[in-house]
């Protein structure tokens, strides 16, 4: 007998999203489905408030994204932020000094907007993803010349800090290692990777899963009664939260893994597939 999903999660990059960064018509008829007969649909992202299609997202009944791997819930419609766990000031400030002395693609997200170095700018054509995110980057980042700077005099809390890197000939990618160093010495951070070989870090113990337990408690849903669906590390403790975790077809070999079930890629509308097997 199939489990009552009151509520479904999605990430958006690799699993909702196809390459182009669109949802496909098959996603799109499902999630319309399942929301006009009640159910609710969430996005669980790694993206800030800022980089999501709202008004595309409202029109197939979605209210609800957990954004920046949970460290802001938000309600869709009217931006309203309804849980935050951010970090202070005085915990990122001192990496992003440290990250800033090398030649990597920086971004921060604050109160659901993106902020990142002048210098970034020109290596964006660099960065090893397809196209519609390199857009996604160039349309919706606000840029500042010294980013610490910026945090540390405003005292702004951050939600999420995303590092890409640049490939090299040798299909490494620069700097990384040393990064991974770096934040593995600072116990106040959780990290991982969310996709493209990037780096990506909130405070410690926050994640999409912890967004999935303040949304559920908010609408008064069962854990058991609740789907997640992604394909990258960051999806991990979501999919592990869940009551049931979907792996798309196109997810990582540890995603794939840990996951009750494995639905067609994100090319194949896998979500529309997951949603019609278990709803």
């Given at each position: 007998?199939?489990?009552?999903?009151?509520?479904?999660?999605?990430?958006?990059?690799?699993?909702?999203?196809?390459?182009?960064?669109?949802?496909?018509?098959a996603?799109?008829?499902?999630?319309?489905?399942?929301?006009?007969n009640?159910?609710?649909?969430?996005?669980?992202?790694?993206?800030?408030?800022?980089?999501?299609?709202?008004?595309?997202?409202?029109?197939?009944?979605?209210?609800?994204a957990?954004?920046?791997?949970?460290?802001?819930?938000?309600?869709?419609?009217?931006?309203?932020?309804?849980?935050?766990d951010?970090?202070?000031?005085?915990?990122?400030?001192?990496?992003?000094?440290?990250?800033?002395?090398?030649?990597?693609?920086?971004?921060?997200?604050?109160?659901?907007?993106?902020?990142?170095?002048?210098?970034?700018?020109?290596?964006i054509?660099?960065?090893?993803?397809?196209?519609?995110?390199?857009?996604?980057?160039?349309?919706?980042r606000?840029?500042?010349?010294?980013?610490a700077?910026?945090?540390?005099?405003?005292?702004?809390?951050?939600?999420?800090?995303?590092?890409?890197?640049?490939?090299?000939?040798?299909?490494?990618?620069?700097?990384?290692?040393?990064?991974?160093?770096?934040?593995?010495?600072?116990?106040?951070?959780?990290?991982?990777?969310?996709?493209?070989?990037n780096?990506?870090?909130?405070?410690?113990?926050?994640?999409?899963?912890?967004?999935?337990?303040f949304?559920?408690?908010?609408?008064?849903?069962?854990?058991?009664?609740?789907?997640?669906?992604?394909?990258?590390?960051?999806d991990?403790?979501?999919?592990?939260?869940?009551?049931?975790g979907?792996?798309?077809?196109?997810?990582?070999p540890?995603?794939?893994?840990?996951?009750?079930?494995?639905?067609?890629?994100?090319?194949?509308?896998?979500?529309?597939?997951?949603?019609?097997?278990?709803?």
């Amino acid at each position: 007998m199939k489990k009552e999903i009151r509520l479904v999660a999605l990430d958006m990059d690799g699993t909702l999203f196809n390459q182009e960064s669109r949802i496909s018509e098959a996603d799109q008829a499902a999630i319309l489905r399942i929301t006009g007969n009640g159910a609710e649909v969430a996005i669980s992202t790694g993206r800030p408030y800022a980089g999501l299609p709202v008004p595309d997202l409202l029109a197939i009944g979605i209210r609800y994204a957990i954004t920046t791997n949970g460290a802001a819930v938000y309600r869709l419609a009217d931006r309203q932020c309804l849980a935050s766990d951010c970090m202070e000031p005085g915990i990122v400030t001192p990496v992003i000094d440290e990250l800033q002395k090398k030649s990597i693609h920086i971004d921060a997200f604050i109160d659901g907007d993106c902020y990142c170095p002048v210098a970034c700018r020109p290596g964006i054509d660099r960065l090893d993803m397809p196209e519609s995110i390199r857009r996604y980057i160039r349309e919706t980042r606000t840029f500042v010349p010294d980013l610490a700077a910026f945090i540390r005099e405003r005292r702004l809390p951050v939600q999420k800090m995303t590092l890409n890197f640049y490939p090299l000939p040798d299909g490494s990618f620069g700097h990384r290692s040393e990064v991974m160093a770096l934040l593995s010495a600072c116990p106040a951070v959780t990290w991982l990777s969310g996709g493209y070989h990037n780096l990506e870090f909130t405070r410690s113990g926050v994640t999409k899963g912890t967004g999935l337990r303040f949304l559920c408690e908010y609408l008064k849903i069962d854990m058991e009664q609740t789907m997640a669906c992604g394909d990258t590390q960051n999806d991990m403790d979501i999919l592990k939260t869940a009551g049931i975790g979907v792996a798309m077809g196109n997810a990582t070999p540890e995603i794939r893994e840990i996951a009750d079930y494995v639905t067609l890629s994100n090319e194949e509308s896998g979500v529309a597939h997951a949603i019609s097997r278990f709803l």
